[in-house]
């Protein structure tokens, strides 16, 4: 039974930042790549970024480039979402995924196990 648990939501204001945790059981988590997707109220759950099973490929939606870092300890098996100068439109439930593949993906279809989602709210 493959388990992800997210953790490290909260309320910031505009500016601060946040770093969410998800913590993967029951499948080599190493070999596999990663995601994070977010879905705010009224809208679609989209992409924000990935990373490959070794960590050297990271992938991102434009709006969080250079504000984001998604990065992983296969030790642990656990990836992160390190998320700087926060928006009021980052606000959104944020969900991590393992991928049926080794290499990281934007396509919401490349990824077959979801965690229950982790609240993040950016005041202004």
């Known amino acids: 039974q493959v388990q992800l648990v997210e953790s490290g939501g909260g309320l910031v204001q505009a500016g601060g930042s946040l770093r969410l945790s998800c913590a993967a059981s029951g499948r080599t988590f190493s070999m596999y790549a990663m995601g994070w997707f977010r879905q705010a109220p009224g809208k679609e759950r989209e992409f924000v970024a990935a990373?490959?099973?070794?960590?050297?490929?990271?992938y991102y939606v434009d709006s969080v480039k250079g504000r984001f870092t998604i990065s992983r300890d296969n030790a642990k098996n656990t990836v992160y979402l390190q998320m700087n100068s926060l928006k009021p439109e980052d606000t959104a439930v944020y969900y991590c995924a393992t991928s049926r593949l080794a290499g990281p993906t934007r396509d919401r279809r490349g990824y077959d196990y979801w965690g229950q989602g982790a609240q993040v709210t950016v005041s202004s």
């Open positions: 990373v490959s099973w070794s960590g050297g490929i990271t």
